[in-house]
């Protein structure tokens, strides 16, 4: 690319186009924008000095740079059946079809009471987890921790948390879900490690030695004392403050994206790459089917660390994240450590259990001989929609499902704000994104994590204290999320309709990032009602309550590390369990369809009246048989006219549709599951 291209030029590079993107999105602009022809031909760089009130100095050079990290032009795509995603035998891999369901321990399930979830809860609730039809389980971290940022901070990937357990009660949790026909992943924490970590010690004590590299350690003996001299370079960190913390012990800096005890790895450094490698193999062995990876975009930085562009730090709101979100290394290092760590050799030890066969009917098999390789999904804040496919869909194989954020917010709005988001833009979000895609690309359908506020709460706003709306709202999401083409995510309490906790002030958060976020904005002069204003829309903690599994639970609650503000009736699993108008019972209902309905889990779909804003509706097809499986949800609290050409009157699975199925109109949040094609034609079911 020359040097300076035109803003067409820079859209037809994945990364160019996804960087752009970002860019409107964050601003609130419609990303129609770039369609203009005549805004396509503007040289990059007069667009930036127009844009520079808001894009400030050196957008251009940051992008370009960015750009030349990545090859223009996508290397091929790999075929499905001959290629690293495959089951071995050229079949689709299994995560094709599956629904993850993702597990906080810590509020899951307390077995022995001490006031946190731990393993042996887990164990107690797999029947549970195998009945909702749960495919694999994702455990966020269970490795020992300080605890500083709730396990995301580990100081011994081989170990189990004391809290949560032991090694054995792991062993036991990994051959329980296998007997049931599910697998297992864990949360790979690679991108930093606790401080605490052997390694990080070792480096602190010798930063010329060995594990010195280990690490971004900067400065030197000559460097004067913290807080006389400045940090390396103008990184800040997502929790707050500069990235960069002072160690007077190894007289060096060290740098840490996340908080001052989460150190950043160098991947720069081979015997990292390796170490990350073993564990993966490791756990492999242990039975463990592959890993979600924490902020695994963010391993690769630029060499040199050079100081991040104020203007884009301002505009994302961290600075230096142009230098590593999609680093030069990146890609190079997935596709080693799938090689390395999450792909089977030959001389392998048989792993210790592996999954059995649970046919669609969902009956149990044998024993399946373990995936040639694990499953990588990767976190990865930040990345869109072409960066994404780069990572998951061309040679060399590096991921196998990206998480895009990009579906939480609203264009404009961050997680921070107060608002209500609309449900057409999820609509927009995946008709544009599934558009994208090529054959045999997946992407994740993921709604809450532990990291955000309820997306029911976002969608309902104050409205969630009516049990109607929030049910019906709730199953409205659930079809969303589990009928579109994709790999749905399901994070705990979805399937009962959980929303945001009534916290009434910081004394009742834990969460580090708010914590630091309210002195922040205490430091800057807010008020105490204030600031907690401030922090309570986005905290992570709303999402980490204890699972409500049932109302009596509720007296004890008091003595979970974490009380459940949010207690209405109605809302627990011990209530909607086998009532058949239960959001619990609905997003069984939703699974079981997906198992039976192969059009479900094929590729093919079609979005007629896409340009609807209360109507959202598409069509899978099953190339196999041309049974088509038309889905209607009304994304609104009101009642509205049906177009009458989508859905037929073979309805296989409704909700929310007020008595009248299939009428005219649809009623609030209505979903309506209907059979075309050759079925409708008369052939008996
Ligand atoms: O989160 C990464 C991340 O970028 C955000 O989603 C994060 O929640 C933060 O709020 C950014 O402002 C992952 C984990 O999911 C999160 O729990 C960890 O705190 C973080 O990485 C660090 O390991
Ligand atoms: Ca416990």
């Known amino acids: 690319m020359n040097s300076n291209p035109s803003i067409g030029e820079i859209y037809a590079h994945p990364v160019g186009r996804d960087a752009i993107d970002k860019v409107l999105l964050q601003l609130g602009c419609d990303r129609r924008w770039v369609d203009n022809p005549l805004i396509r031909r503007l040289p990059l760089r007069a667009v930036a000095r127009l844009a520079r009130p808001v894009l400030g100095l050196g957008f251009a050079d ?34 094709h079809s599956a629904v993850f369901y993702q597990v906080y321990p810590r509020s899951f399930d307390d077995s022995n009471g001490d006031g946190i979830g731990d393993i042996p809860g887990i164990t107690a609730r797999l029947d549970y987890l195998a009945d909702l039809g749960v495919d694999c389980l994702w455990l966020s971290p269970i490795f020992d921790s300080p605890g500083d940022d709730a396990g995301y901070d580990i100081r011994d990937y081989r170990a189990v948390a004391p809290e949560f357990g032991t090694l054995a009660d792991l062993d036991a949790l990994i051959a329980g879900c296998h007997a049931r026909g599910m697998r297992i992943i864990l949360d790979l924490v690679v991108n930093h490690t606790s401080a605490e970590h052997p390694w990080f010690r070792a480096a602190c004590e010798d930063p010329d030695g060995p594990y010195g590299d280990y690490y971004f350690l900067r400065g030197g003996p000559d460097t004067p004392d913290n807080p006389s001299s400045d940090p390396p370079n103008n990184w800040t960190s ?29 991947w720069d450094t081979p015997a990292v790459r390796a170490e990350v490698a073993d564990i993966v193999r490791w756990w492999r062995g242990r039975g463990i089917d592959g890993f979600r990876l924490d902020v695994i975009n963010y391993i690769s930085k630029r060499s040199g660390l050079p100081a991040g562009n104020p203007a884009i730090g301002k505009l994302i709101g961290f600075t230096g994240i142009e230098h590593y979100f999609f680093g030069p290394r990146l890609h190079a290092y997935l596709s080693e450590l799938r090689r390395n760590g999450f792909t089977r050799e030959n001389e392998d030890p048989p792993a210790s259990s592996t999954v059995r066969e649970r046919r669609a009917d969902g009956s149990l098999g044998d024993p399946l001989p373990q995936d040639p390789v694990g499953v990588m999904v990767g976190e990865t804040p930040g990345v869109g929609v072409e960066m994404g496919r780069l990572l998951t869909a061309h040679e060399p194989c590096a991921l196998d499902l990206t998480f895009n954020f990009d579906v939480l917010d609203e264009p404009g709005r961050v997680r921070w704000d107060d608002y209500r988001l609309n ?46 709306l929030r049910a019906a709202a709730a199953k409205a999401l659930a079809a969303i999320q589990l009928l579109l083409p994709g790999v749905p995510f399901l994070f705990q309490g979805q399937e009962i309709g959980a929303v945001n906790q009534d916290f009434r002030d910081i ?24 600031a907690f204003a401030q922090v309570l829309p986005g905290a992570r903690d709303h999402a980490r309550v204890p699972m409500r599994w049932a109302p009596a639970a509720e007296a004890g609650a008091q003595a979970w590390w974490q009380p459940a503000a949010e207690r209405s009736a109605g809302f627990t699993v011990a209530e909607q369990a086998g009532d058949p108008e239960s959001v619990l019972e609905f997003h069984r209902a939703l699974i079981r369809l997906r198992r039976a309905e192969p059009a479900l889990t094929a590729e093919e779909v079609e979005f007629p009246r896409p340009r609807s804003r209360d109507y959202f509706a598409w069509i899978r097809r099953d190339p196999g048989t041309g049974t088509e499986i038309a889905v209607e949800v009304n994304l609104t609290a009101r009642a509205i006219a049906r177009p009458g050409e989508v859905g037929t ?29 050759e079925a409708v034609q008369g052939s008996p079911k």
Do not use: C
């Open 423 to 468: 449900l057409a833009y999820l609509k927009d979000y995946y008709i544009d994104y599934l558009g994208r895609l090529g054959a045999g690309e997946r992407i994740a359908l993921f709604l809450d994590n532990h990291d955000n506020p309820r997306m029911l709460s976002k969608v309902l706003g104050e409205d969630a204290v009516d049990p109607a």
């Open 649 to 677: 009157s073979d309805v296989i699975l409704a909700a929310n549709t007020a008595g009248g199925e299939h009428g005219d109109e649809m009623a609030p949040f209505e979903v309506t599951v209907s059979r075309r094609g």
């Open 238 to 266: 997502f929790f707050g403050g500069s990235a960069w913390r002072w160690l007077p012990e190894a007289r060096r800096w060290a740098l840490h994206l996340f908080a001052p005890s989460q150190m950043d790895l160098n």
């Open 507 to 530: 004394g009742e958060l834990h969460d580090v990032e708010s914590l630091n976020r309210y002195d922040e904005l205490r430091a800057a002069g807010a008020g105490a009602e204030e």
């Open 62 to 95: 940051s992008l370009l740079q960015l750009l030349g990290d990545h090859p223009g032009t996508p290397a091929p795509r790999l075929p499905i059946g001959n290629d690293a995603h495959s089951s071995g035998d050229g079949s689709a891999p299994w995560w």
